[in-house]
């Protein structure tokens, strides 16, 4: 059976909308860019596969030797289309980017290594010896240039500092967790409204079942004297077999979790109670089974605007949403086209393209990226793929994306990174 990726466009009644991530820290401090270059390591390529084994985990060498390697551009770096090809220490699998909008960025990789783009090259800024048992990141968020979340297997760090250069890192304990087993724990998703207003996932495998679960985590900022730390978010309570993968927003006031049950996609909304309480109304449909029949669970879901959001499955089409006009988790569903199906030559030929993530500077400036190196672009009446090739086709796959403006765009995967400026 071929499946098709499914993208679910809402419009909310009146209020933005939203996307989210999180922060805490035990005070054990790890490595920064100065100790980047303390030992001679040998470069690892990263394959993109989650489930490796630590001792596979590779630690790259960020010596200035190193560095010089990694820094022999192509005579063209940059496509027509302004699709710039950045040099990828090692050729690390880079699972997730986040940016600062002020030109630095981030970026977590396979190989759990965080690099740091300081505007000519990525550098290191946090690395574990393979024998402490590297973890794969998978995840990145930051409220600002030094206040940064990365989740990965069983790992959470936060990073701080008086500058992105001097940034330390620290490894933070995550709560026990409830739905899953605790050395399952993958930090998949991070998202925030802000600095103390911060949401995670973290998934794995249920207790009671083994079947994909997840735990949902909020963080509590430090108030009195105490430290902040991270919590079961207690107020959301799914239905039994539902696992979600992604939070995200655009505020506060307006948090989104999406997952699966029974193969159906399904969306839940944070919702603010008249006495202070808040409750996650569910947003479904019957038409909805539509759009999310046979393996909906992507994981691509991000903000479009105050007013739209697109949430992805795994079938060619997409469903635009629209509210019924009241918030009470009423909504219509409607089966779209999504070219997908452009697959590359070679071993992917026949297979659909997956989508892995999304980005969006406003409805009709939207992105969306996935394997086999595809980028496509919607410009308010039809999709199309972008044009990064320089001598020869993309076909690594797209693991994440993101944006600051239509001309400051970075996308991140298997050995490769690019960043998209003004053409």
């Known amino acids: 059976m071929r499946f098709f990726p499914y993208l679910l466009r809402w419009t909310p009644p009146v209020t933005a909308l939203a996307l989210c991530v999180f922060a805490c820290s035990d005070g054990t401090v790890e490595t920064t860019d100065d100790d980047a270059d303390a030992a001679d390591r040998p470069a690892l390529d990263g394959g993109h596969d989650a489930s490796r084994s630590e001792e596979d985990a590779g630690v790259v060498d960020a010596s200035p030797d190193a560095a010089n390697e990694v820094d022999a551009a192509p005579a063209r770096p940059c496509t027509d289309e302004g699709w710039c090809h950045i040099p990828v220490p090692g050729r690390q699998t880079l699972n997730a980017v986040w940016g600062d909008g002020q030109g630095t960025a981030w970026a977590a990789s396979l190989e759990g290594q965080i690099l740091r783009w300081d505007g000519a090259a990525w550098t290191r800024s946090y690395y574990l010896p393979v024998s402490s048992g590297a973890p794969a990141l998978h995840s990145i968020w930051g409220?600002?240039?030094?206040?940064?979340?990365?989740?990965?297997?069983?790992?959470?760090?936060?990073?701080?500092g008086a500058s992105p250069e001097t940034l330390t890192w620290s490894k933070v304990e995550l709560p026990s967790p409830v739905k899953v087993t605790a050395d399952k724990q993958v930090v998949h998703s991070i998202w925030g409204a802000g600095a103390s207003t911060i949401w995670a996932v973290a998934g794995g495998r249920s207790r009671e079942s083994g079947s994909p679960a997840a735990d949902l985590l909020r963080y509590v900022p430090p108030q009195g004297g105490t430290a902040g730390r991270w919590e079961i978010d207690s107020s959301f309570n799914p239905p039994s077999g539902f696992s979600f993968y992604k939070v995200?927003?655009?505020?506060?006031?307006?948090?989104?979790?999406?997952?699966?049950?029974?193969?159906?996609?399904?969306?839940?909304?944070?919702?603010?109670?008249?006495?202070?309480?808040?409750?996650?109304?569910?947003?479904?449909?019957a038409t909805a089974r539509v759009c999310t029949h046979s393996q909906a669970n992507s994981g691509t879901a991000f903000a479009i605007a105050p007013s739209t959001f697109y949430l992805f499955g795994s079938n060619v089409a997409y469903c635009s949403i629209a509210p019924s006009g009241e918030d009470d988790g009423t909504i219509t569903w409607k089966n779209e086209l999504f070219p997908s199906r452009e697959i590359a030559t070679g071993a992917q030929r026949g297979r659909w393209a997956k989508t892995n993530g999304g980005w969006a500077a406003a409805p009709d400036d939207v992105w969306v990226v996935g394997d086999v190196g595809r980028i496509y672009h919607w410009d308010g009446s039809a999709w199309r793929a972008a044009g990064t090739a320089l001598s020869y086709p993309v076909v690594e796959n797209l693991n994440?994306?993101?944006?600051?403006?239509?001309?400051?765009?970075?996308?991140?995967?298997?050995?490769?990174?690019?960043?998209k400026g003004t053409p």
């Open 248 to 285: 995200f927003g655009t505020g506060p006031d307006d948090v989104w979790a999406a997952g699966v049950r029974s193969n159906r996609l399904h969306v839940f909304r944070r919702s603010s109670e008249a006495d202070g309480t808040t409750t996650w109304v569910q947003y479904d449909d």
């Open 400 to 419: 994440g994306i993101w944006g600051s403006s239509p001309n400051d765009i970075w996308v991140v995967g298997q050995g490769i990174s690019l960043h």
């Open 143 to 160: 409220s600002g240039p030094t206040d940064i979340w990365v989740g990965g297997d069983r790992h959470l760090l936060h990073g701080t």
